[in-house]
């Protein structure tokens, strides 16, 4: 699980005074904490699974992008530098990440499977990768690659 692999390396970054893992590590568990509190008002006590996890883990990953972009515009380097090791820690817990090739590859059999034709039909095709690839593809760029295939 997940949760357990979270909990543990916030174990270890303390007792090893890594500074950086632990505030990283306490974020995402604050993070996950929220959600599992948000998940009981829908009825699920037992907290989210991990492919909830990971989509909360891939939306951290891209604030923090986006805040390097402006750190950089505003000539802040070392706060970049804080967001990028904070990006490298959370990735330590995501599934691998699909490589262009195969993410191309992916979108081609994902519009063959849905049989898409026009761009009308990129819900379905972005719908049927978000079920096979989810925690493993980067969306946003699949959703370039669908668009210029049927576009």
């Known amino acids: 699980m997940l949760r357990a692999r979270l909990n543990d390396a916030l174990k270890a970054a303390m007792k090893a005074k890594d500074q950086r893992s632990t505030s990283t590590l306490r974020l995402i568990l604050a993070a996950?904490?929220?959600r599992d509190i948000a998940a009981r008002s829908r009825g699920n006590t037992e907290g989210i699974g991990?492919?909830?996890?990971?989509?909360?883990?891939?939306k951290m990953i891209r604030q923090r992008r986006d805040s390097i972009t402006l750190y950089e515009q505003g000539g802040r380097t070392e706060l970049a530098q804080q967001e990028s090791e904070e990006i490298d820690i959370i990735q330590g817990f995501l599934p691998q990440q699909m490589d262009m090739a195969e993410s191309q590859?992916?979108?081609d059999q994902a519009i063959a499977d849905v049989g898409a034709a026009s761009i009308k039909d990129m819900g379905r095709v972005m719908a049927s990768l978000k079920e096979r690839y989810a925690g493993r593809m980067d969306f946003a760029k699949a959703g370039t690659l669908v668009k210029q295939k049927l576009g």
Do not use: F, G, N, R
Not at 50 to 58: A, L
């Open 32 to 34: 996950l904490k929220d």
């Open 50 to 58: 991990d492919d909830e996890i990971i989509d909360m883990m891939q």
């Open 105 to 107: 590859a992916a979108v």
